[in-house]
């Protein structure tokens, strides 16, 4: 961990005039409050006090007073930012004002799960794969859904958007963030940027980062980048698949070279868990009203509960990988949700299955979408909530979800959502007025 000395020294040496203190609402928006370089060893010391009841989903105005307290291992500095305005990132953890951890605070739910697995000897790493759309602005500088592109997957070009992905992925790595790869997604102005292997916090300290760089990197080339699952009516979603292990220092805890698939139990009582637990789950990974519309049969984006090695129409999949690579990737999440609370049920689901000793079924390598629903039935195949409110239905009856998240993020979560959903569903859609007025 990094001392405080450390730090002082580290933003002395960089010329760092500007501290941007982050942590993170119930639904996954990065929050921040910017101090000069000359208050940085007080916050180290004491922390920074703010409202909490200004922020979603945090607290009443009766307990509003709260503290950020800095995590020095999460100082990077933001390398587009200069001179004058040179500026560092640090990662903050919130307490109450009685000075205990802050149940509310989305952090702290995978930190106290993290702990839990590290008594075990584990650590639980993740590596997402995360899309987005890079649409043009109209004359006000309004985001239109009108793409910067028309390129299609892994397409070679040369405009806008590749310059935008290659700035982002340049100022990642230099934050060392380890981007493995970047490319061209399958619909017009969607991009894709994957990230190494990190145990979960720090992998979703940078799913927090990436977003903050991918909107900033883009306003600057004239683009609007967002996370919206489904912008554009009959093109491909953007999700964030996401890669799972257990390892045993450099060892993964999934891998058995005599086992089934060259699985270890673990790791097959892994997936088993995820796989029965993920409706219930399924709110919190998928947590838009717009998320599902593109969970929806025909997109690459899972829709039916069953797991494989090659079949990318499946909820989970096995990549081919074996030995240290060994790792499950699941497939519904998307970027719109929060980091901290997605690797918290997924991991809550996947430790379960390994407690429980729960058997997966057998992998389904066929295209499920072609399916009939005899098919899938006799498989034992089931499918996922259709739309955010069924979501919330099973989240509702969940313990295994309200235990994982606690009580209050639980309970705050349900109440945020349940309004989206109300509010999402009372209205009258354009389809509507456009196929039924006419005809009724």
Known sequence: ???????????????????????????????????????????????????????????????SDMRLKPDPDTFVVLPWLQDNMKTARIV????????????????????????RVQKKGWMFNTAPEYEFFLFMPDERGDPTTKPSDYGGYFDLMRDRGDNVRKEIVTYLNA????????????????HEIDLAYAD???????????????????????????????????????????????????????????????????ALHFIGGMLKYAKETCAVLASSVN??????????????????????????RVPAGR??????????????GNPYLQFTVMLAAGLKGIEDKIEPPEPVEKDIFRMSAEE???????????????????????????????????????????????SYRAQVSDWEIKTLLPAL
């Open 92 to 115: 903050c953890d919130v307490y109450d004002y009685e000075d205990n951890r802050f149940d509310g605070d989305p952090r702290a739910a995978l930190q106290k799960l993290m702990k």
């Open 291 to 316: 998320s599902y519309k593109r969970l929806v049969p025909g997109y690459e984006a899972p829709v039916y509960i069953s797991w494989a090695n090659r079949n990318r129409s499946a909820f989970i």
């Open 323 to 336: 030995g240290a690579r060994t790792r499950i990737e699941l497939r519904n999440p998307d970027p719109a």
């Open 200 to 266: 979960a916090i720090t992998s979703a300290d940078r799913v927090a980062m990436m977003k903050y760089v991918t909107k900033t990197i883009a306003s600057k080339h004239g683009l609007y980048a967002t996370f919206m699952p489904k912008p554009i009516f009959g093109v491909n979603g953007s999700g964030m698949h996401v890669n799972q292990s257990l390892m045993a220092q450099s060892k993964s805890v999934f891998y058995d070279p005599k086992g089934t698939y060259k699985l270890s139990k673990p």
């Open 376 to 422: 899938r039935e006799a498989l034992g195949i089931g499918a996922l909530p259709e739309n955010l409110g069924q979501a919330l239905d099973c989240m509702k009856r969940s313990s295994l979800v309200r235990e994982a998240m606690g009580d209050h993020l639980f309970n705050h979560f349900l109440y945020i959502k349940g309004q989206e959903w109300d």
């Open 175 to 190: 934050m060392g963030f380890d981007v493995e790869a970047s490319h061209h997604e399958v619909a017009p102005g969607q």
């Open 1 to 63: 961990m990094a001392s405080k000395s450390e730090i002082m020294q580290l933003a002395k040496k960089e010329g760092i005039k500007f501290v941007q203190m982050q942590f993170m609402d119930i639904l996954g928006t990065v929050k921040n409050v910017t101090i000069p370089t000359t208050k940085l060893e007080k916050a180290l010391d004491e922390g920074v006090f703010f409202d909490g009841s200004s922020v979603l989903g945090y607290a009443t105005i009766e307990e």
